[in-house]
């Protein structure tokens, strides 16, 4: 058995499979390369079994999303590492070695992120993931190399390896004992911020997670969801609040969780002063949804929390009103 498994999640997505999937098995001779299919309708399992015959394919009985697709389908992958990868994701040459260099020689890191930069601008770092994630007081996620619509141009000022917070899921590696402990992602995200809610309770647990600069993938986004879809808004929004929920400490949760309502209402107004209204009902909705279902999510609470998991108090302070547009060391 190889060592690595990476794990391609698709839905309908023949041509992103066209495109990006030679690249994938032409880098990654060490590891044993799955396409994870969430019931496609289009010709995307037929066209992987005629053309790359090593693929190993895995299909679910639905589309479950991001979240449960990967659920699902990890259940009959057994290589000790998991490199979950998005279908619009183009691997480098030696792009696994760094990352299994580093799960190696770290026993106790968990979860690794590459350097992930715009598969349509390779000067520049992708909005997903970026250099490794953290995360502010209130929820809000930021990136080195990317903060809200602010991105870093790549001049090797993120070349290390460094501990982070979170790790984007667009390319995420995991050790299967770690995801079959926190039992994978929560389906009830299906897609969005899953990934930080992993991350969160890995910390949770104990568990490190580490930026390997030294690895590189370039990453289209938005090619299953674009960013100016309200459907975006609404999983990102109530994803968040559901994130926090679960996972902030029991004594900041509640004064943590209303200013951050309070700073979703503005982002509202906001989408509304730009002409989108659709927006600012996504987020109402979101909201709703959040209320609906927030005895649920209090059940998923788990005993320990930890207390230090933000990395400064509001980046929406200092990107907006301190004109902090980029990633400071001294967060």
């Known amino acids: 058995?190889?060592?690595?498994?990476?794990?391609?999640?698709?839905?309908?997505?023949?041509?992103?499979?066209?495109?990006?999937?030679?690249?994938?098995?032409?880098?990654?001779?060490?590891?044993t390369v799955y396409?994870?299919?969430?019931?496609?309708?289009?010709?995307?399992?037929?066209?992987?079994?005629?053309?790359?015959p090593s693929v190993k394919i895995v299909e679910n009985t639905a589309n479950f999303g991001f979240a449960k697709g990967y659920n699902e389908a990890l259940q009959f992958v057994?290589?000790?590492?998991?490199?979950?990868?998005?279908?619009?994701?183009?691997?480098?040459?030696?792009?696994?070695?760094?990352?299994?260099?580093?799960?190696?020689?770290?026993?106790?890191?968990?979860?690794?992120?590459?350097?992930?930069?715009?598969?349509?601008?390779k000067d520049y770092f992708?909005?997903?993931?970026?250099?490794?994630?953290?995360?502010?007081?209130?929820?809000f996620p930021f990136c080195r190399g990317r903060i809200f619509e602010t991105i870093e141009k790549d001049n090797g000022q993120y070349n290390d390896t460094v501990e982070i917070f979170w790790a984007s899921g667009a390319c995420f590696f995991i050790r299967k004992a770690v995801y079959r402990e926190?039992?994978?992602?929560?389906?009830?995200?299906?897609?969005?911020?899953?990934?930080?809610d992993l991350c969160w309770?890995?910390?949770?647990?104990?568990?490190?997670?580490?930026?390997?600069?030294?690895?590189?993938?370039?990453?289209?986004?938005?090619?299953t969801l674009e960013a100016g879809n309200p459907r975006k808004t609404f999983l990102n929004f109530r994803n968040s609040l559901w994130m926090m929920l679960k996972n902030l400490p029991k004594g900041q949760m509640f004064p943590a969780l209303f200013i951050r309502l309070v700073l979703d209402?503005?982002?509202?107004?906001?989408?509304?002063?730009?002409?989108?209204?659709?927006?600012?009902?996504?987020?109402?909705?979101?909201?709703?949804y959040f209320y609906f279902h927030i005895f649920k999510f209090l059940g998923k609470r788990e005993g320990i929390q930890t207390k230090k998991y933000y990395k400064i108090n509001s980046i929406v302070y200092r990107y907006f009103l301190k004109n902090g547009k980029v990633f400071d060391v001294n967060f």
């Not at 970026?130 to 007081?137: P, T, V």
């Not at 002063?273 to 709703?288: D, S």
Request: with cysteine; charged share 20%.
């Open 126 to 139: 992708e909005y997903a993931g970026a250099a490794g994630g953290f995360i502010d007081k209130y929820g």
């Open 265 to 288: 209402g503005v982002a509202g107004i906001r989408f509304l002063t730009q002409g989108k209204p659709k927006h600012l009902w996504a987020v109402l909705e979101a909201h709703f």
């Open 1 to 31: 058995m190889k060592k690595v498994a990476v794990v391609i999640l698709n839905w309908n997505g023949v041509k992103l499979l066209e495109q990006f999937l030679p690249s994938v098995l032409q880098y990654s001779p060490e590891a």
């Open 35 to 52: 396409v994870a299919d969430n019931a496609s309708t289009d010709a995307s399992v037929q066209f992987v079994k005629a053309n790359f």
């Open 201 to 223: 309770r890995a910390v949770n647990k104990g568990h490190v997670i580490k930026y390997c600069g030294t690895s590189t993938v370039y990453h289209v986004g938005g090619a």
């Open 182 to 196: 926190l039992n994978g992602f929560d389906p009830d995200f299906f897609a969005h911020q899953e990934e930080i």
């Open 78 to 121: 057994e290589e000790p590492i998991y490199a979950l990868v998005n279908s619009d994701i183009e691997v480098t040459e030696n792009w696994l070695q760094p990352i299994v260099t580093l799960f190696d020689n770290e026993p106790t890191t968990a979860i690794i992120q590459p350097k992930i930069l715009d598969f349509k601008n």
